[in-house]
């Protein structure tokens, strides 16, 4: 460009109504933005959207989704997307605080719940179900404490997914060979106890090279699970904190003489990481807390282990006690903004309902269905190499009505890493004290667990949703 060209330029007079060059390209770029979402909104408008953020449901869902596509007589296609978790999450929180449309269905995971129930109900973003669920049977023909993460204030906002009971997982090849016999093990206490000749030193430096159960005082979910399944937990029913309670003060005792001291059975074998895989393929770990899911885990990232692994319920934490607990959950609901909530209900059915995707789920990573007239088939009966030849569908279907129902409070996430905290310094007393029994370590417990429940009680009374909601 010439200097006379540089110079007409800068003296285009902007108080005559012209614009700069950065200016038409302000215009420019707004325009364009303006087109592509028109284009977008027209798009939508030809069918409906479903964004989850997991592949293998994705894998599960194209085929059914495909087959509505070819046949379905509303009109209304489906297009499917799949988007990280924590991208999913920021999406969708966006669109329902500022009211600007997400997808028509959304699958959510059990951590993102609370945040996006938070507020007045009639603020939620999704569409409340519970009528529908109710005047269709659809309460009662899915696993009732199934709703738990999807309920709030008595109101559902989603069809569950899965159950995900949680059973112990075993070497069978060393817990045999030892001569023991796992049935006759009821109580955590019992395991303890019967499985002791198992912690062995090996190499003779003094520390043992095998231990009994993956379980480390710095994990929040597997704390969690055992913590549901003695009956505690961080909320009520209402949502009011219960952090210090008796089962919880009882559960963290536990863990930390698991942890540490003369009597050590514990061992840190992180899930999903190369260190915990190879803890778990040298036999370093004997025993597991396993979720329906992580059977599939198990059997893509550790082969090896095929028909090394028996499942066998829960050790309870009282005799007569429940012998099973719960990890992790999904949900599919309806975003308020879709157009066509009645075909986005038929289709959300037509996929959690479906018999083909139960089977489907089941067999690519070994999640049962919460739908209980589905539970009779047959492929649930099938004896699995991996497993011994045991049965896994039907072993967890059989612990499934006993899953601890839990609760969908925005605060939940917080709790938690406040009682990882506890456990921390919890863990840190026994040591300064050389202290390692669980009646000595119940007095500190509770002390902990109380400062745990007012930081939560304090926040909550901060936090201007929850006082919104009137809890």
Known sequence: MSAGHRRSLKILPNSRGFLSLGGWLIVALALLSMTLVICRTETRRQGLELWTYARTHVLNYEPIIAHWNEVEETGESV??????????????????????????????????????????????????????????????????????????????????????????????????????????????????????????????????????????????????????????????????????????????????????????????????????????????????????????????????????????????????????????????????????????????????????????VYRTVGIISPVKKLWTHAFYDEPSPYFCAQSPGRLYIDAAPAVPRRTSSPFNELAKDHVQTVAVALREYALAEDVYTRDELLDQAHRLLREAEDHVRHQMERNIFHREEGR
């Open 79 to 360: 297009q499917l997307f799949l988007i990280g978790p924590r991208p999913l999450e920021r999406r969708v929180l966006s669109g329902f605080f500022s009211g600007t449309p997400v997808a028509d269905l959304i699958e959510i995971e059990r951590s993102m719940a609370g945040r996006l129930f938070s507020g007045p109900l009639e603020a939620v973003g999704f569409v409340d179900l519970t009528e529908r669920l109710r005047a269709e049977g659809i309460d009662t023909a899915i696993n009732e404490p199934s709703f738990g993460p999807w309920t709030s204030r008595g109101r559902i906002f989603g069809l569950p997914h899965d159950v995900h009971p949680v059973l112990l997982g075993y070497r069978a090849d060393l817990v045999e060979q030892s001569g023991i016999d796992m049935t006759t093990i009821e109580t955590w206490d019992d395991f303890a106890r019967i499985l002791s000749p198992l912690v062995q030193d090996f190499d003779g430096d003094g520390r043992p090279d095998r231990y009994l159960l993956n379980m480390w005082h710095t994990n929040k979910d597997l704390m969690e699970v055992l913590l549901l399944q003695a009956g505690g937990g961080f909320f009520d029913e209402s949502g009011t904190p219960v952090i210090d309670s008796p089962a919880n003060a009882r559960v963290l005792a536990t863990i930390v003489t698991w942890g540490c001291g003369p009597k050590r059975i514990a061992i840190d074998a992180p899930e999903f990481t190369a260190s915990g895989n190879q803890l778990r393929l040298g036999g370093a770990v004997v025993c597991s807390l396993v979720p329906d899911w992580l059977c599939g885990v198990w059997q893509h990232d550790l082969p090896e282990l095929g028909g090394k692994i028996k499942l066998i319920p829960l050790p309870a934490w009282e005799p007569g006690g429940r012998r099973t607990s719960v990890w992790g959950g999904t949900m599919l609901g309806i975003s308020r903004t879709t157009r066509n909530p009645e075909v986005a209900w038929k289709l959300a059915k037509h996929l959690y309902l479906s018999p083909e995707l139960a089977e489907s």
